[in-house]
């Protein structure tokens, strides 16, 4: 499975907690030789304004942010051009689901999902999207972005309880009508992290769901790192939702 990577995104670029050291090697840490390593490159001006105003880019600038910000939105726009033809994941930082048009709070600058979706549509590759954002906080900015535009449909899980949060996935999953499914990928609602629901298999199923509701539309599919903040399991969980996007689990089954 090919992974969006690159090392700029070790840096620790500010004092919060998606930014900090380790957090990125930790993210790694259960990958092995089935990944297939890419680098991206930085989005440029007009991809950023797809989603942002100018003001808005200009103020990420000041706060000395925009290269770091611009290569985690690059690599958005790389795994979801490679997701149209075969499951992908961004391991970047800064995340960008609390990132709107003209602001942005909770970590995030650039909304890397919606210049990677709005990318898809430019290049006249994907029109219709479905976007599931399993991260423990809403993604207010994904909304604020591409909540009215025509063709997309974005689901925040809000199911209290572990099972009926997957039952909601998956059945939110059967009625999306898409050519790509974007998902942003938070790991903080994980048992041992900020949000304690998810148990590091589930991660694996809802990767699988993803998978299968893909191949049933033959819609693309790709998932971008969001939060995810215990370094000690987000390795773990990184590792099984791959497990689960990329069919592994399948082929293990079948031989
Ligand atoms: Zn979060």
Excluded at 25 to 47: N, R
Excluded at 50 to 69: N, T
Excluded at 89 to 109: L, Y
Excluded at 118 to 141: K, W
């Amino acid at each position: 499975m090919k992974v969006v990577f690159h090392p700029a995104f070790h840096a620790v670029y500010t004092s919060d907690p998606a930014a900090a050291a380790g957090r990125m090697e930790a993210a790694l840490a259960g990958l092995g030789p089935e990944v297939e390593w890419v680098e991206p490159e930085a989005a440029g001006q007009e991809d950023l304004l797809r989603a942002h105003s100018a003001a808005h880019i200009e103020s990420i600038r000041r706060l000395g942010l925009y290269e770091i910000a611009a290569l985690a939105a690059g690599g958005a726009i790389r795994a979801a051009e490679i997701g149209m033809s075969e499951p992908c994941f961004a391991a970047i930082r800064p995340p960008g689901h609390h990132a709107s048009r003209d602001s942005c709070w909770g970590f995030c600058f650039f909304n890397n999902m919606a210049v990677a979706v709005l990318a898809l549509a430019a290049r006249g590759l994907a029109r219709r999207v479905h976007i599931l954002d399993f991260d423990l906080h809403y993604g207010d900015g994904t909304e604020n972005i591409l909540g009215s535009r025509p063709g997309v449909s974005i689901h925040n899980p809000a199911a209290a309880g572990r099972g009926s949060y997957l039952e909601e996935i998956e059945r939110t999953l059967a009625r999306a009508e898409a050519d790509v499914i974007g998902v942003s990928a938070g790991f903080d609602n994980h048992l041992e992290d900020w949000g304690g629901l998810l148990l590091t298999e589930d991660y694996r199923a809802i990767g699988g769901m993803v998978r299968e509701a893909a191949g049933r539309l033959g819609a693309g599919c790709f998932a971008l790192l969001e939060g995810g903040y215990n370094h000690a399991v987000l390795g773990e969980n990184v590792r099984a939702f791959l497990a689960g996007l990329s069919g592994e689990e399948e082929r293990v089954r079948r031989e």
